[in-house]
Structure formats: C-alpha cells, structure tokens
T-cell receptor, first 109, second 117 residues
Framework: GQNIDQPTEMTATEGAIVQINCTYQ??????LFWYQQHAGEAPTFLSY??LDGLEEKGRFSSFLSRSKGYSYLLLKELQMKDSASYLC??????????WGAGTKLIIKP | GAVVSQHPSRVICKSGTSVKIECRSLDFQATTMFWYRQFPKKSLMLMATSNEGSKATYEQGVEKDKFLINHASLTLSTLTVTSAHPEDSSFYIC?????????????FGPGTRLTVL
C-alpha cells in the first residue's frame, strides 16, 4: 500500500528552529509537496521537491532524499503565526497526490 | 498569481436539501480541479478529480449521484451535495492545478464549511 508518515504533533519555541520529518512509501515518485494549513482554513502551498537536496525559501526550507523515501521541512526563526498543521504529500507514478495526515505544530512564547 | 476562490465559504442547510459549491480559478486556466473533504483534525480526503469537458473521476467509496461535479469551463467547477444529511457536514475544499511554479502544484480554494441540520 501507499503510506506517508509524519509526526502527529510537535511543539517548539518562538524564535527557534523546528524540523518536521516525512517518510513515504509510494508506487513511484513524481514529486513531494509541503503545505501549511491553519485551523479552519484550506492548505497553502509551501514547497515542492522532485530532485534530491535542499530547497530554501526564506524562513522555510525543504529537503528530499529519494533513495531514503524521506523529506523534511525546516522552519527557522519561528513566529507565533507558524502555529499550524503541515501536510506532506507525494505524487505517485500515476500522478495521484497521496497525503499525509499532517503534523500539528504548536509554537510557545 | 494562482488564486482559487470558493463560494460560499459557509452554508447551513436543512436535511434533504441540495447545496451547490462553486470553485473558480481567478487568474489562470485550470484544466484539472480536485474536490476534497476534511473532517476535524483529519487529513484531506480526495473525493474526485474534475477535468474540463469530461466526466469527473470519483474516488472509491464516493457516491457519484450524491456528489455531482460539473466542470463547465477552464475556470469553474461546481460540487453539488444532493439530498444532504447531517453526516455530510464537513469542510469541502477545491484545488486547481497549474504548471506554473513547476510540478503541477495544486492551489487550494479557501474551503466551504457545510453544516446540515
């Protein structure tokens, strides 16, 4: 079967750095996406990785290792507004998007 | 760019009525739109994939006659929940794809919260 694993919940301190991991087992791979979703709102696109390595976008970076079936989202200089759920999604060989259950990130002052 | 709107944002209806939700891509043409539902504290569940000018492809377990999807143009798709019941209460979200930005990224509408009394 196809599976995306990410931690259910994480807690971090304002101003700190947090890394949210995502591991996947899918039939084929055509890219990995990270989305941010605030409570009661729709997801917003954060990043896309299709090649191995690190993609940096301001305070957010995303890393991919296809051989390990692994990605992480790194958030630096955490702000209270970063409290949200972070969804990892993988596009499989049929170009279907397989979603993880999301990681709820709680930021404390 | 890549803005998707959804209307209404919130709807409350009586059991047995039908509700139509619109999804529009405002600044791009979307050949494919997706409809999701999401229960509280759960991940997104894909209901159907909608291609302009053709019938929607429904995921297993999603009733076609219950959730009618019409993709009338490259910028508009509608989801109609027919004869809604309380168990249909959920957060419905649409998304649309554009090749801009690479990777066939899905951009999401703001969602519609449906409450069936």
């Amino acid at each position: 079967g196809q599976n995306i694993d990410q931690p259910t919940e994480m807690t971090a301190t304002e101003g700190a750095i947090v890394q949210i991991n995502c591991t996947y087992q899918t039939s084929g791979f055509n890219g990995l996406f990270w989305y941010q979703q605030h409570a009661g709102e729709a997801p917003t696109f954060l990043s896309y990785n299709v090649l191995d390595g690190l993609e940096e976008k301001g305070r957010f970076s995303s890393f991919l290792s296809r051989s390990k079936g692994y990605s992480y989202l790194l958030l630096k200089e955490l702000q209270m507004k970063d409290s949200a759920s972070y969804l990892c999604a993988v596009k499989d060989s049929n170009y279907q998007l397989i979603w993880g259950a999301g990681t709820k990130l709680i930021i404390k002052p | 760019g890549a803005v998707v709107s959804q209307h209404p944002s919130r709807v409350i209806c009586k059991s047995g009525t039908s509700v139509k939700i619109e999804c529009r891509s405002l600044d791009f043409q979307a050949t494919t739109m997706f409809w999701y539902r999401q229960f509280p504290k759960k991940s997104l569940m894909l209901m159907a994939t909608s291609n302009e000018g053709s019938k929607a492809t429904y995921e297993q377990g999603v009733e076609k006659d219950k959730f009618l999807i019409n993709h009338a143009s490259l910028t508009l798709s509608t989801l109609t929940v027919t004869s809604a019941h309380p168990e249909d209460s959920s957060f419905y979200i649409c998304s649309a794809t554009t090749l801009a930005g690479g990777g066939d990224t899905q951009y999401f509408g703001p969602g519609t919260r449906l409450t069936v009394l």
